[in-house]
C-alpha cells in the first residue's frame, strides 16, 4: 500500500498557509527530512507515519502524492508546487552527514536522490538569503521596533530558553541546538527581511515547535516560564501578564502524529 501524508503533516499547516503560494515559505529540519525517508519503511512511535487522509487542499493533491513511491518522488513533487520549499546550510549539513555515515537496514538514511532534491532547496534558500534586507520594523505594543538578524538571533535565543520549565530536561540537560536556533532565526530572516508574507517550519522536535509558540506569542506558559527564570536569576517578578516578542506569519507543525499543536 503507498503511503500518502498523514493529519499530523498536512492537515496542521495547512491552514497556516494564509499568504499567496509564491509568498509562503515552508522550512524543512532534518528530524522531518528523515521522517519522510523513513515514512516510506516503517512506523514511528507505534504509528504509520503516513497514514491515509482526505484533503481538498491543492497544495498536496492526494492523487499526486500517493502516486509516489519513494521518497525522492515526493521531494520532487514538493518542488512542482507554488509555495517555497527551503533548507539552510545547517540542515543540509546534517542530512549530508546522514547520506554518509548513516545507514538504515543497510541503505543510507538518506537516499541519494533524495539528497539531490534537498539540495536544490538549500539553493532556493541561499538565493533568499542573498535578498534579505539589513534591517525591518516589527509591531510591538502601540509602536515598531527595528530588527537586524543579529537581533533576530537573540529573540530566538531567549524565546528557546522560555519554551519550556526550568525542571524540564530539554531545558538543563538536552537544550536546543545551535543549528534549530539558526533555522528558526533563518525562517524569521525570510518572513521579516525576506519578501516571504508566511513561514512555516516542519519539525518533529519540541524545542523547535514550543520556540517557535513563544516567538508568535502561542505558548500557554510562556509568562510563568520567563517569571521562573527571572526568580532563579535573583529578579522577583510580581505581576500576571503575557509574553510577546511581536513575531506573526510563522508556525511551526510536527511531522509525527504525536505532537498535540
Known amino acids: 500500500m503507498k503511503p500518502i501524508f498523514s493529519q499530523a503533516f498536512i492537515g496542521l499547516f495547512?491552514?497556516?498557509l494564509e499568504a499567496p503560494p509564491e509568498k509562503t515559505g515552508i522550512f524543512l529540519d532534518t528530524g522531518a527530512i528523515i521522517d519522510i525517508e523513513n515514512g516510506f519503511t516503517y512506523k514511528i512511535n507505534g504509528h504509520k507515519f503516513l497514514a491515509s487522509r482526505p484533503s481538498s487542499s491543492g497544495i498536496f493533491e492526494m492523487s499526486s502524492i500517493d502516486s509516489c513511491s519513494k521518497p525522492s518522488e515526493l521531494f520532487a513533487h514538493f518542488q512542482k508546487l507554488p509555495y517555497q520549499?527551503?533548507?539552510?546550510?545547517e540542515v543540509f549539513e546534517e542530512v549530508r552527514q546522514h547520506h554518509y555515515h548513516h545507514r538504515h537496514n543497510g541503505k543510507p538514511e538518506i537516499s541519494?536522490?533524495?539528497l539531490y532534491y534537498i539540495e536544490n532547496f538549500l539553493s532556493d534558500y541561499s538565493l533568499c538569503r542573498r535578498l534579505f534586507r539589513d534591517?525591518?520594523?516589527i509591531p510591538f505594543g502601540d509602536s515598531f521596533v527595528s530588527r537586524t538578524l543579529d537581533h533576530i538571533g537573540y529573540d530566538t535565543?531567549?524565546?528557546?530558553?522560555?519554551a519550556f520549565p526550568l525542571n524540564h530536561k530539554k531545558f538543563y540537560i538536552d537544550?536546543?541546538?545551535?543549528p534549530d536556533r539558526g533555522l528558526i532565526t533563518a525562517a524569521l530572516g525570510a518572513r521579516y527581511l525576506g519578501d516571504f508574507q508566511n513561514v512555516v517550519i516542519i519539525s518533529p522536535d519540541s524545542h523547535i515547535l514550543d520556540t517557535v509558540r513563544i516567538l508568535s506569542g502561542r505558548h500557554p506558559n510562556a509568562f510563568s516560564n520567563y517569571s521562573a527564570l527571572m526568580q532563579q536569576?535573583?529578579?522577583?517578578?510580581n505581576i500576571e501578564g503575557t509574553l510577546n516578542f511581536g513575531y506573526d506569519g510563522i508556525s511551526a507543525f510536527s511531522s509525527r502524529p504525536d505532537f498535540d499543536e
Not at 520549499?85 to 546550510?89: K, S, W
Not at 535565543?157 to 522560555?162: G, Y
Not at 537544550?175 to 545551535?178: A, L
Open 14 to 16: 495547512e491552514t497556516a
Open 85 to 89: 520549499f527551503l533548507v539552510t546550510p
Open 112 to 114: 541519494k536522490e533524495s
Open 135 to 137: 534591517k525591518c520594523q
Open 157 to 162: 535565543h531567549w524565546a528557546s530558553m522560555l
Open 175 to 178: 537544550p536546543i541546538s545551535r
Open 233 to 237: 536569576r535573583g529578579e522577583n517578578i
